[in-house]
């Protein structure tokens, strides 16, 4: 919420534009609180101005690249999928992935940017599994594009579209999704089971979703979020172990996310985590460095 207060002078039009800018800078702040205009908003709001311009631009350009993340079972060690992350280089800086994916979804364009990143993921998955011919792709997906009830329909068409099956392809989505539009999440969700797609509750324990409710939709597996992940470094096993003891207890898969070193590996183990992913083993690359990582795996 953005808040104007009448200086006694400004017109009905302006003190609009200045609640507007109020609500901008809440928006930037993390959504969930009410910002009072201050004069100085006004620079900051060409500046989103300029940004949005060029996100736009970058999007109906096609310029924003996956980067693929590797998947690993420890104890086969071998890489069993890479997840699919946005990256957008601006005046030859990266922009933090969820700034942008953030501002994609106020400008309705994330279905847009999702749909053009899924082709180009598709192709190059095509492409590592010469070398890995079970490797699977892991892609995110908003909370915003349930508000669709054609997705799953056109995202297993371009699947198919690209030769793939179905089961190479796993779909990553947060708490977040579910309370946005409960019901089309389900059917959703049902309609990516049916065809063999794999479902990932990301960054789980950071939102409030209700465990009956988890227990209830056909998650296969539950990635525990970096945060618990660090904490197995300060000594912490309790919250990993919880997550640990829910997942296996609902018969689901689990993947520890942004395994950094080998203390936190170790602590994961013993509790019986497999599958992580982190810069420990390997940190997202274009689809060429993924490529020549792959190979190098293959040969050791
Ligand atoms: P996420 O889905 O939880 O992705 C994992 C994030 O952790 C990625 O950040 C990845 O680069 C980072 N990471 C991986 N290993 C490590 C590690 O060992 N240590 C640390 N500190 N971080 C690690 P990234 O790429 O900045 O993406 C942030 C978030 O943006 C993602 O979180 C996801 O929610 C969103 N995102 C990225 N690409 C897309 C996309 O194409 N579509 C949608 N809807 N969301 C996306
Ligand atoms: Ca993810
Ligand atoms: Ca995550």
């Keep these: ?44 709001a060409s500046e989103r101005m300029t940004l949005e311009q060029e996100l736009r631009r970058a999007i109906a350009e096609r310029n924003i690249e996956p980067h693929f993340q590797p998947v690993i079972d420890t104890g086969s060690g071998n890489v069993v999928a890479v997840e699919m992350l946005a990256r957008w280089q601006r005046n030859n800086q990266p922009v933090p992935a969820l700034g942008f994916i953030r501002l994609a979804e106020d400008l309705g364009l994330i279905g847009q940017l999702s749909m053009q990143l899924l082709e180009k993921g598709l192709k190059a998955l095509r492409r590592f ?14 909370p915003l594009q349930f508000a669709d009830p054609g997705l799953a329909a056109s995202i297993l068409q371009l699947v198919a579209e690209y030769d793939l099956p179905s089961t190479a392809l796993a779909v990553e989505l947060t708490e977040g999704a579910m309370s946005l539009y409960p019901e089309q999440v389900e059917q959703t969700m049902q309609q990516f089971v049916d065809a063999g797609v794999s479902l990932h509750l990301d960054d789980f324990g950071t939102g409030y979703s209700s465990l009956a409710r988890l227990r209830d939709l056909p998650f296969d597996t539950v990635k525990l979020d970096r945060s618990f992940v660090m904490m197995l470094g300060e000594g912490d096993t309790t919250l990993s172990q919880a997550v640990f003891d829910m997942a296996t207890g609902l018969q689901m898969d689990l993947i520890a996310e942004g395994v950094e070193n080998q203390a936190e590996y170790e602590e994961l183990q013993a509790i019986g985590y497999r599958q992580m992913q982190g810069f420990m083993f390997a940190r997202p690359m274009p689809e060429s460095a993924l490529i020549d990582w792959l190979r190098a795996q293959a040969a050791a």
Excluded: T
Aim: with cysteine; aromatic share 6%.
């Design 129 to 142: 599994r010469s070398h890995y011919p079970e490797l699977r792709l892991q892609i995110n997906i908003s």
């Design 1 to 44: 919420v953005g808040v104007a207060e009448w200086d006694g002078e400004a017109d009905g039009l302006e003190l609009m534009r200045h609640a507007d800018l109020a609500m901008y800078a809440a928006k930037r702040d993390g959504k969930s609180c009410v910002r009072l205009f201050e004069k100085g908003m006004s620079g900051v």
